[in-house]
């Protein structure tokens, strides 16, 4: 199978700092990133998306990056809030609805 | 509200037991999906669904059967449960492809 896999499996930040969480993948027929989030005893929420013709897209506080050179995925939350403490994950998709997801970091907000 | 429902949400059972898990969608999505979630290994997509009566296998279909005889339900079944089938399972939807799949709240399934 596919590998998607995220550089550190925990990260911890101090409040009001800036967070990088970053993501390797595999594939370079992938044409959908996705960044998920996900808090202990709930499924995965999206939190933003980026196509392959694109190297950069902000949200609200987050901005995903590409890098399809390096195949490579960072996620950036601006002003790390405590409520941003949770498990994150990226996911590419080949062809179809066909998706591959990384193990996971998971961010500590430290107040 | 929109929102993808999973039932059960746990489950305890012993090996050779069938078990369906379902789950339905009420927000007219035609992408469905199951995954699968162990410690140190991410989410793995067991079987995926683009439309009724069109599924296709995920990176992990073994053991698994799934069935789309209605837009909104896309159930799991499990013919003969194995212990290495224990994991915490999803269900999610999305609109079109590529989109954002919404999830369901996940079925902690033990298999004995």
């Known amino acids: 199978g596919e590998s998607v896999g995220l550089h550190l499996p925990t990260l911890s930040v101090q409040e009001g700092d800036n967070s990088i969480i970053n993501c390797a993948y595999s594939?370079?027929?992938?044409?959908?990133f996705i960044w998920y989030k996900q808090e202990s005893g709930k499924g995965p929420q999206f939190i933003i998306d980026?196509?392959?013709?694109?190297d950069k897209r902000q949200g609200q506080r987050v901005t995903v990056l590409l890098n399809k050179t390096v195949k490579h995925l960072s996620l950036q939350i601006a002003a790390t809030q405590p409520g941003d403490s949770a498990v994150y994950f990226c996911?590419?998709?080949?062809?179809?609805?066909?998706?591959?997801f990384g193990t996971g970091t998971s961010l500590t907000v430290i107040p | 509200e929109a929102q993808v429902t999973q039932n059960p949400r746990y489950l305890i059972t012993v090996t050779g037991k069938k078990l369906t898990v379902t789950c339905s969608q009420n927000?007219?999505?035609?992408?469905m999906s199951w995954y699968r979630q162990d410690p140190g290994l991410g989410l793995r997509q067991i079987y995926y669904?683009?439309?009724?009566?069109?599924?296709d296998k995920g990176d992990v279909p073994e053991g698994y059967k799934v069935s789309r005889k209605e837009k909104r339900n896309f159930p799991l079944i499990l013919e003969s449960p194995s212990p290495n089938q224990t994991s915490l399972y999803f269900c999610?939807?999305?609109?079109?492809?590529?989109?954002?799949?919404?999830f369901g709240p996940g079925t902690r399934l033990t298999v004995l």
């Open positions: 594939n370079s027929a992938s044409d959908y």
């Open positions: 980026i196509r392959s013709n694109m």
């Open positions: 927000m007219n999505h035609e992408y």
């Open positions: 996911a590419e998709m080949l062809a179809g609805n066909q998706f591959y």
């Open positions: 999610a939807s999305s609109s079109h492809s590529p989109d954002t799949q919404y």
């Open positions: 669904s683009m439309n009724v009566e069109v599924t």
